[in-house]
């Protein structure tokens, strides 16, 4: 699920393959069950790459993956009651917006963040075990969270002392 489909070339390019990555990871811990992997984007106002999208998809080769696009309230149209979730849905979020207008709304950036520093810091270690593992999941969702920052370092030398 992306907010906006408004990705520059090489953008497109990225999360395309972010989302072949998915559905291999996916794959290989279910190989023998079919797939149905959807790219959402919620917003369809904006449909800058969806020849794209729908040309890779075409030309990819997933067995037993069916791929699929979606914009907007079309993923929920294949859901039971789907579009009247829809609905709901953006009446909520409208909502939301009116009740909190003025609302700043910070995400952290997980590499620099001192808050996300010292999250990791106090993190069980069954679950930190887990972040630093060699499993494929775990690789890429490091590289993911923190492509930015040296926290994640900065965390591994401190735990290691």
Do not use: C
């Amino acid at each position: 699920m992306k907010i906006r489909d408004d990705h520059d070339s090489s953008k497109k390019r990225g999360q395309y393959q972010n989302f072949q990555k998915k559905i291999s990871l996916i794959h290989e811990k279910f190989p023998n069950t079919h797939l149905d992997a959807s790219m959402w984007f919620v917003d369809d106002s904006l449909e800058k790459n969806k020849n794209f999208y729908l040309d890779e998809m075409v030309n990819d080769k997933f067995e037993n993956v069916a791929l699929h696009l979606y914009y907007g309230g079309e993923f929920f149209a294949n859901l039971k009651n789907g579009l009247v979730a829809w609905e709901e849905l953006l009446h909520i979020l409208k909502e939301y917006r009116l009740k909190h207008v003025n609302d700043d709304v910070e995400i952290p950036d997980f590499g620099k963040s001192k808050h996300i520093y010292n999250a990791l810091l106090k993190l069980p270690t069954k679950y930190w075990n887990k972040l630093i593992s060699d499993k494929r999941e775990f690789i890429l969702l490091r590289e993911e969270l923190f492509s930015s920052g040296d926290n994640l370092q900065k965390v591994l030398r401190k735990r290691s002392q």
